[in-house]
């Protein structure tokens, strides 16, 4: 079946550590993303992607870093920068405009971190 | 830079009623699209419709359907015949020709048997 994974579903982490969350995609997008999601509010853009080997920062990268090496990858570290990782972190892909409209992205199962 | 504005926090829908949820949204871009998501309790966030800004008919998706008044820069969408299945929380977002989508806060759906 077609989709994304998002792996773990949830993550423990302790203060000072680095956490790397996985996330894989099978539908041949092009473009992935990091969304960073905290209890009743919306999402917002950590990094994306739209060619392997590219990525770009968005709204709040700062303690964070991705790696774009495979199509089909996406995996994002939370550093110890991070001053208050504990959220919902959720990926998503889409295409590039390739219907001619701005396509939807598509998004994964999210994985809940929570540092201690 | 793009902005969306959802005013309702939360709401309540008897079964099988029809509930709007507000979105407006501030661009200067005259090529964008419109979203809503759906996100239950799971934490899933599930694409429900598309709005162009240069689509001239409002889209429908079975139940749902988006009242897209460009002038008035808002983008509602209409969920026709609640089920408790609805019950969750709806994102609006907005999305430029950068292929980025930006969120509003989300609206909190409840419906009532």
């Known amino acids: 079946d077609g989709g994304i994974t998002q792996s773990p579903k949830y993550l423990f982490r302790k203060e000072g550590q680095n956490v790397t969350l996985s996330c894989e995609q099978n539908?041949?997008?092009?473009?992935m993303y990091w969304y960073r999601q905290d209890p009743g509010q919306g999402l917002r853009l950590i990094y994306y992607?739209?060619?392997?080997?590219?990525?770009q920062k968005g709204d709040i990268a700062e303690g964070y870093s991705v790696s774009r090496e495979k199509k089909e990858s996406f995996p994002l570290t939370v550093t110890s920068a991070q001053k208050n990782p504990t959220a919902f972190y959720l990926c998503?892909?889409?295409?590039?405009?390739?219907?001619?409209?701005?396509?939807?992205?598509?998004f994964g199962p999210g994985t809940r971190l929570t540092v201690l | 830079a793009q902005k969306i504005t959802q005013t309702q926090p939360g709401m309540f829908v008897q079964e099988k009623e029809a509930v709007t949820l507000d979105c407006t949204y501030d661009?200067?871009?005259?090529?964008?699209?419109l979203f809503w998501y759906k996100q239950p309790s799971s934490g899933e966030m599930i694409f429900l419709i598309y709005?162009?800004?240069?689509?001239?008919q409002n889209a429908t998706e079975g139940r749902y359907s988006l009242n897209f008044q460009k002038a008035r820069k808002s983008a509602n969408l209409v969920i026709s015949a609640s089920q408790l299945g609805d019950s969750a929380m709806y994102f609006c977002?907005?999305?430029?020709?950068?292929?980025?989508?930006?969120f509003g806060a989300g609206t909190t759906v409840t419906v009532r048997a």
């Open positions: 998503a892909s889409s295409f590039l405009g390739s219907s001619g409209r701005i396509d939807e992205q598509f």
């Open positions: 539908l041949n997008h092009d473009a």
């Open positions: 992607s739209q060619i392997v080997n590219d990525f």
């Open positions: 661009t200067s871009d005259p090529s964008y699209g």
């Open positions: 709005q162009g800004s240069y689509d001239q």
């Open positions: 977002a907005i999305g430029l020709n950068d292929y980025k989508l930006s």
